[in-house]
């Protein structure tokens, strides 16, 4: 055992400003360089080599952050690995470029006062090694700020081996570019000047600037910090049941005044049963006053599945984005003015392909997930982004679960509970005659054979999708959820070339008929459901503007059974749906929504007995397994193609 | 007297040989100087070095013969110089007396300048130009200013002075450091290495350079004439690495920079085994 000498510290420290001992990082850095004489050559190939080690300790990091602030993304290890690549592409490329432009700087100072490259050649090798610690320590932190989502903030072990390594990234990255730089400026000095020292890597000068920037990452941390910290922990949901049952239709496409004008010549008997409870004009933003935002199914229906805003939910769109090699995808908002030519642009390069809105990329939790995880039995119907599905949200047919029963084959998430799919699919072939059926008794005969096979596929689709949600509702529920596209699809199929000049005014004129038809049409489709409903039954009518848009773009929800106050007429926005319902249901209310229960919906001896209860959040959405998408992916986009969705 | 590694043997016998065709014993007075200096018994580390180092990066040990030759030969030129009277005024070396004490002042300044020229002239007519332009430069580079005769210049400039750890360095660095990253780069040339290979052969002899350099400093002080071929405390004029850290410190420092020179070698794997070899040979001579 060596007896400790002061003097071989001192001299082990000299030796390592000299470039002996550990100078593994300066090695590796320069390594290109070594041939080269032109101070740009050095600082473009050292550079790179920067670019090289960025990438490599900041992708991972990287990787972690972009999957805690993209939902959907990342599903997997084989998707981390390939973000972690990108990112690492990506920042590499960043760093590389912030060191180059940093040393050239330094360079081109140094050709201006070359007599001060001796004096001060190492303070600027050290500004430059700063400045690029110091924006790598920033961005780290905030990294870990978005990251630590899923972790916690009561995590602060966690928290403080983020920052330390954060800290250790940073001040190697800034001592490369140092190196980086001193190396620029020795190469560029004139003959004869005293070349600046190579910098060393003194351990008190390391640990010191650790310390000190360990304490200022912290800082940021804590200035940087959201007032309010996510919660980690999964709420208890304590339901306070009122023994009644609810039933939920969505019916997409849906113009409010149109509606009305229907109800009151007294065309649609089954609606207007439901109109005639109590009934709330929904605004498509988050409140009343908010003006009709653009209409996209996946973003409006998710909405009204959320009780949240597509910023907080994350489906801005039904056509998103997965990037090459990975099964993730990835939404960006439309209100970007880069979004477009973003998508153009890394469509054409193969980066990206056009995908459908899946639950991957939903960040809230929609109202029968919130009942499930309260303990209620529930059942949802081809409700927008429902794919990939959870076994732990009851029954879930996704809105790919028609387009997989008629395909067969494997089950890729599509239904769950997976044991739901062999019964389905044993009566798939009967199911598809009685919509067909019931869709042919239900049509206008007295339209012409191209409107006639319009109205006849939305009829059939809605009949399905009410026969299977009769199939699945064959035990006791506490809520079911269907979502009917028919209306919106007849809609924009008949009228979104009214406007076109070519189309002649009777023409125009048969086919806003035809649409009315098919509300008359869909009153009768929903007529059994109407009549079905019991006493101990809540049925609640949810619409929505559709894809053609109208001038008011108001929806309604309407709601009969025990609880229903008849005649109560309220205002609310389309956020409000999610905690209505789930407030008929007796699940407490998130005050993280951006939606309120409509109480006045409510009769006063229900709202005495259950006044809405609260709870600080709900839970994140458990993030759905499988869901691999192909070759399902294309064929949805091409159903979706056919029907008018996209384009 | 440490015994060298068993695998030496081999790649000293063939140093040697070629040596000897180069350099014939006998001839003029100048090439019976040059000889003398240049067949002493010595452990021929230089030349070794780079003949690993080519192994290492694929080449054939022939192709590096040449080049392992010159960075023998330039060393000896530096001995030579080094002893002399306007310089150390070294009575021994390699256990002998020492060229100019044999042979005069006048021969063997014409003998040192004559293996450094005949160095340059075997890479010259060795290898093809491209290499032979880079191995000359690299050679150059190790006998330069930055090199042998900068290193000796500052070494004469500190004979009977105080001087501190940064000017130690740079002496150290150009007589012993610069020729041994020399053997290393040439080897890896030969073989026609990338830059990080070369990178890290020169990591490994810069560290190994300085560790060999604070040994002798180390026998100079406790040696035993017998095993080191020149008269302890020699050196006693002039500031050491032991001047600075001791004697235990500087065997610790040495020993930290054999094992920096071995890390160094981590790339390659296993088959830089012998090169870590070389590296516990250096060590082991200080314990």
């Not at chain 1, 400026?185 to 010191?208: F, K, N, Q, Y």
């Not at chain 1, 387009?403 to 699919?425: F, K, N, T, V």
């Not at chain 1, 006791?476 to 189309?503: E, K, N």
């Not at chain 1, 006045?600 to 959405?621: K, W």
């Amino acid at each position: 055992m060596h007896q400790h000498d002061p003097r071989v510290d001192e001299l082990r420290q000299r030796l390592r400003s000299l470039g002996y001992l550990d100078a593994g990082v300066d090695r590796f850095v320069l390594a290109p360089a070594r041939a080269a004489r032109a101070p740009v050559l050095i600082a473009l190939l050292a550079s790179l080599r920067i670019g090289l080690l960025a990438g490599l300790l900041l992708g991972p990091a990287a990787a972690v952050g972009i999957s805690g602030r993209v939902p959907g993304l990342v599903t997997g290890a084989r998707d981390a690995v390939v973000i972690a690549l990108y990112m690492g592409a990506l920042f590499g490329l960043a760093v590389a470029t912030a060191a180059l432009l940093a040393s050239l700087a330094v360079r081109l100072t140094a050709r201006r006062a070359p007599s001060a490259v001796t004096r001060h050649g190492r303070g600027w090798g050290a500004a430059a090694g700063t400045l690029v610690a110091l924006g790598c320590l920033a961005y780290l932190t905030l990294w870990w700020q978005t990251a630590n989502a899923g972790i916690g903030w009561d995590a602060p072990a966690w928290t403080t081996f983020a920052l330390l390594v954060a800290v250790a990234i940073s001040l190697l990255l800034g001592h490369a570019v140092r190196v980086t730089t001193v190396a620029v400026l020795v190469a560029g000095a004139e003959p004869g000047t005293a070349a600046p020292a190579v910098p060393g890597a003194s351990w008190g000068i390391s640990l010191a600037a650790g310390v000190l920037a360990f304490a200022g990452a912290a800082a940021f941390l804590v200035l940087t910090a959201p007032a309010e910290s996510t919660p980690a922990a999964r709420p208890a949901l304590t339901v306070v049941p009122s023994g009644l049952r609810t039933r939920v239709v969505a019916i997409d496409g849906v113009d409010a005044r149109l509606l009305d004008d229907l109800i009151s010549t007294g065309r649609l008997p089954a609606l207007a049963a439901v109109m005639d409870g109590a009934r709330a004009k929904l605004a498509s933003g988050t409140t009343p006053d908010e003006g009709a935002t653009q209409a996209d199914p996946a973003r409006t229906w998710t909405t009204a599945a959320t009780g949240q805003p597509a910023d907080l939910h994350g489906v801005y769109g039904l056509e998103t984005r997965r990037i090459a090699g990975l099964r993730g995808s990835v939404t960006v908002s439309e209100r970007s003015p880069l979004a477009a030519p973003l998508r153009a642009a890394t469509d054409l390069l193969r980066l990206t392909r056009p995908s459908i809105a899946s639950g991957h990329e939903r960040r809230e939790m929609t109202f029968w997930e919130v009942a499930a995880e309260a303990g209620l039995r529930t059942a949802v119907v081809n409700w927008w982004a429902t794919w990939p599905a959870s076994r732990e949200a009851g029954i879930v047919l996704t809105d790919r679960a028609t387009l997989r029963l008629e395909h067969g084959g494997d089950l890729d998430s599509e239904i769950a509970p997976p044991e739901l799919y062999e019964r389905l699919r044993e009566h798939w072939p009967a199911l598809r005659q009685r919509a067909a059926v019931l869709a042919a008794a239900a049509i206008d005969e007295r339209q012409g054979t191209d409107i006639r096979t319009v109205l006849q596929r939305s009829a059939e689709l809605d009949a399905m999708q009410l026969l299977l949600a009769d199939a699945v509702a064959d035990r006791a529920l506490d809520l079911t959820a269907v979502y009917l596209p028919g209306l919106d699809i007849a809609q924009h199929s008949l009228l979104r070339s009214v406007d076109d000049s070519a189309l002649s005014a009777s023409t125009a004129a048969l086919r806003v008929e035809a649409v009315k038809s098919y509300y008359v049409t869909l009153d009768r489709l929903l007529a059994p459901v109407v009549s079905a409903a019991r006493d101990d039954e809540i049925l609640l009518v949810l619409t929505a503007q559709g894809r053609v848009a109208a001038e008011n773009g108001e929806g309604r929800l309407a709601m009969t059974g025990p609880v229903a106050r008849r005649g109560a007429l309220d205002s609310g926005a389309l956020v409000d749906a999610a905690p209505t319902i789930l407030h008929a249901l007796g699940v407490p209310i998130s005050e993280a929504l951006a939606g309120r229960p409509l109480t006045t919906l409510f009769t006063e001896a229900f709202m005495a007995r259950y006044p809405v209860r609260r709870v600080r959040h709900y839970a994140a959405p458990l993030m759905p397994g499988g869901g691999r998408g192909r070759p399902l992916d294309q064929e949805m986009i091409d159903r979706l193609r056919s029907l008018g969705y996209v384009r | 007297m440490i015994a060298v590694p068993a695998f030496f043997a081999q790649y000293q016998a063939r140093v040697e040989s070629h040596l000897r065709e180069i350099v014939p014993p006998g001839g003029t007075r100048v090439q019976q100087s040059m000889a003398y200096t240049l067949h002493a018994p010595s452990k021929r580390v230089r030349p070794v070095l780079t003949m690993l180092a080519a192994e290492l990066c694929g080449g054939a040990q022939a192709r590096a013969l040449a080049a392992a030759a010159a960075m023998e030969m330039v060393h000896a030129s530096s001995l030579i110089l080094d002893d002399l009277p306007c310089m150390d005024d070294a009575p021994l070396r390699r256990g002998r007396p020492t060229n100019h004490r044999e042979f005069g002042e006048a021969f063997a300044i014409l003998a040192a300048f004559g293996l450094l020229n005949l160095s340059f002239e075997t890479l010259g007519r060795e290898y093809e130009s491209a290499l032979s332009a880079r191995l000359t430069g690299v050679l150059a580079e190790a006998v330069g200013l930055d090199g042998l005769i900068g290193g000796q210049a500052a070494d004469l400039l500190a004979t009977d002075r105080q001087i501190d750890f940064d000017v130690l360095e740079r002496i150290h660095r150009g007589k012993t450091g610069a020729l041994f990253c020399a053997a290393a780069t040439s080897g890896a040339l030969t073989a026609g290495a990338g830059p990080d290979a070369i990178a890290a052969l020169a990591a490994f002899a810069k560290n190994l350079g300085l560790a060999f350099q604070i040994i002798d400093d180390l026998l100079d002080v406790d040696g035993d004439p017998a095993a080191t071929g020149k008269a302890v405390r020699e050196d006693a004029r002039k500031t050491t690495f032991v001047s600075f850290s001791g004697l235990e410190g500087a065997r610790q420092l040495a020993a930290e920079l054999c094992v920096t020179a071995d890390r160094a070698l981590s790339p390659f794997g296993q088959r830089a085994d012998r090169l870590r070899e070389l590296s516990a040979f250096v060590a082991a001579r200080s314990l």
